[in-house]
Each structure stands twice: as C-alpha cells, then as structure tokens.
T-cell receptor, first 112, second 115 residues
Framework: GDSVTQTEGQVALSEEDFLTIHCNYS??????LFWYVQYPGEGPQFLFR?????EKGSSRGFEATYNKEATSFHLQKASVQESDSAVYYC???????????FGTGTTVSVSP | GGIITQTPKFLIGQEGQKLTLKCQQN?????MYWYRQDSGKGLRLIYY???????QKGDLSEGYDASREKKSSFSLTVTSAQKNEMAVFLC??????????????FGAGTRLSVL
C-alpha cells in the first residue's frame, strides 16, 4: 500500500540554522503531497501541498518541491527560529479518494 | 473560520473500561476523521465518516467503535481500554471526501491514559 517515510525522528538546531527534513513516499501515479506542523498542545495544522512533479509548495518560509523521479518531498527552511520548534508531518493522498497517510513525524527543537 | 472541539482534553481510564471521546466541528464539513497519535508512529487512521450517515473503518479500527450522530459531531469509543495504554486521539474534518486538495483541520486532541 501507499506509505510515507520520514528519515529523521528528531532534529536539534540553533536559531538561523538551515533545516532539512527528508520525506520519501511510495505510491502509484501522482499522489498529492502535504506538510503539516504540530505545535505543543495543539493539533496538526496544514502547512502546504503540491500535486504534480516539480511543483513547489511553500508557506511561512518553509518550502518543498515535488520530485517524482526521487519520490521525495523534502521540507526546507533557510533560517529557523525558536518558534519553529514543533513536530512536522509529511503526508500523501493517493488516487481514488483515500484518507491522508502520514509519516511518523519529525520533532524539531530550535535553541536560541 | 471554524473550530474543532474535542472533549475531554484528558481521559484517565481503567483496564477493560469502555471510554467515549467526543468531537464537534462548526466548519459545516461533510467528512470527519479519528486518528491515533503515538510517539514514533505518527498518525494512524481509526475511523472516518464521509457524510452524515456514513461510517468507514481505517487501518486501526480494531478495538474501537465510532458514531456520526449528526453532521457536526463524531464520537469514538474505546471498547475495552488496555492496561498502560497511552495515546493522543485526534479528530479532524475536511470539506468533503476524495479531493486531493482537501485540507484536514484538526482538534487539539484527547490524551488517554489507562491505569
């Protein structure tokens, strides 16, 4: 079945560091790909999506590019702030009306 | 804007107990979901309801029942709580079903601990 793999379970950074979270997927065709962010004590919230090869999604300084060949949708941010400390989830929505399938999440901790 | 309200925020139960979690949304969304969140395992789908009178099992439905009482509310029942179980249950909604453009809106979760 369809699946999403996030390589990093935890990432520790200092403010102004560059962030990369790796997301790879397994699905047929062109699934829609998503990033969600969950702050402490809250539910996950939508960050952005991409639906076709080479499409870039972005929001709040975060971005990711749909790469069909590499089956990837890696999240990046050039300069993180302490307020970016959160859990980040990659997700996909396959064809035929499927519920979102989430990765295992990456906890990002940014120290001042 | 709208909001998803989950009650209770914290739930402590006893082994073998039947426990009910409630979710209300005022987005007027057709589709609602229950996900379970465990550390290191991400979000896993328990049940979903495409429309008001629909109920569908997700990958993790064993040990749970669900009920869509009306368009705005979706309940989840843990049929027999397991000892030392700890998890967060997240309710979500989306405008409708099947669109890859649909955004899920989540509640803040119910944190379950079983003694």
């Amino acid at each position: 079945g369809d699946s999403v793999t996030q390589t990093e379970g935890q990432v520790a950074l200092s403010e102004e560091d560059f962030l990369t979270i790796h997301c790879n997927y397994s699905a047929s065709g062109y699934p829609a790909l998503f990033w969600y962010v969950q702050y402490p004590g809250e539910g996950p919230q939508f960050l952005f999506r991409a639906s076709r090869d080479k499409e870039k999604g972005s929001s709040r300084g975060f971005e990711a590019t749909y790469n069909k060949e590499a089956t990837s949708f890696h999240l990046q941010k050039a300069s993180v702030q302490e307020s970016d400390s959160a859990v980040y989830y990659c997700a996909l929505s396959g064809k035929g009306g499927r519920a979102l399938i989430f990765g295992t999440g990456t906890t990002v901790s940014v120290s001042p | 804007g709208g909001i998803i309200t989950q009650t209770p925020k914290f739930l402590i139960g006893q082994e073998g107990q039947k426990l009910t979690l409630k979710c209300q949304q005022n987005f007027n969304h057709d589709t609602m979901y229950w996900y379970r969140q465990d550390s290191g395992k991400g979000l896993r789908l328990i049940y979903y309801s495409i429309t008001e009178n629909d109920l569908q099992k997700g990958d993790l439905s064993e040990g749970y029942d669900a009920s869509r009482e009306k368009k705005s509310s979706f309940s989840l029942t843990v049929t027999s709580a397991q000892k030392n179980e700890m998890a967060v249950f997240l309710c979500a909604s989306s405008i409708n079903w099947g669109g890859s453009q649909n955004t899920l809106y989540f509640g803040a979760g119910t944190r379950l601990s079983v003694l």
